[in-house]
């Protein structure tokens, strides 16, 4: 055999080497990757609460033949309100005026100006316990308006915390019972949106403000929800 024909020979058994080499290691120079599925679930968690404030609108409206004297009637009214609501133990920062509003009235046929109509509203926000003897002291100064009460926690924030804890607890259960009934196992969290959920609002009796009676309010439960919803890695 002539050298040429060597030549090619050996460089037809490196070719064949260099295939064989490359067959046998075939992921070399990229990362192996792996099957995993996504589960998607929403949790929720609740958490009782017993309310320990109350929160109430005194409003005063006034009549009068001029917007002027309309305004004027309203402001003497809406004072002696504020007053009394800051002798029943209420600071002059907790009190905030909310609405003031001045409008005419008019004839049947609504072309002429009988007169005019005012109103004043306060905001007022104090413990429970004080929230009937407000109403009370409030309408015997002129309020013929009263919007509440609006009930509330001051720990709310902490409740929440840990309404949320149940949520995710929640959600988790629902996520492995979906994965075990899928032949899979829940591996890790990849995302988690939070929603929340307002207090239910209470219902209490009708206002007794007769003279000597402390109109009732009672605290009764709210619910505090909060919500989640998680995706998981599933394998």
Do not use: C
């Amino acid at each position: 055999m002539n050298r040429p024909v060597k030549i090619v020979l050996l460089a037809a058994a490196l070719l064949v080497a260099a295939a064989i080499a490359g067959v046998a290691q075939p992921h070399l120079g990229r990362s192996a990757t792996s099957s995993s599925t996504n589960v998607t679930v929403t949790g929720s968690g609740t958490v009782n609460a017993t309310p320990d404030r109350a929160s109430f609108d005194f409003g005063v409206q006034t009549r009068a033949v001029t917007a002027a004297e309309a305004l004027s009637r309203n402001a003497e009214q809406a004072r002696t309100i504020i007053d009394a609501l800051e002798k029943a133990g209420i600071a002059a920062s907790d009190i905030q005026t909310t609405q003031v509003s001045l409008w005419p009235q008019t004839a049947s046929h609504g072309t002429r100006i009988t007169g005019y109509q005012t109103s004043n509203s306060v905001q007022v926000t104090a413990g429970l316990g004080k929230a009937g003897k407000l109403v009370d002291a409030a309408v015997r100064a002129g309020a013929n308006n009263v919007d509440g009460p609006n009930l509330d926690t001051a720990t709310k924030s902490s409740l929440y915390d840990e309404a949320l804890k149940k949520a995710l607890t929640d959600a988790k259960g629902k996520a492995q019972a979906i994965a075990d009934a899928a032949g899979l196992s829940v591996t890790s969290i990849v995302k988690v949106t939070e929603g929340s959920g307002e207090p239910s609002p209470i219902a209490y009796g009708a206002a007794d403000t007769a003279v000597g009676a402390a109109t009732p309010i009672e605290a009764g439960t709210q619910q505090i929800q909060a919500f989640v919803t998680v995706t998981y890695s599933a394998a």
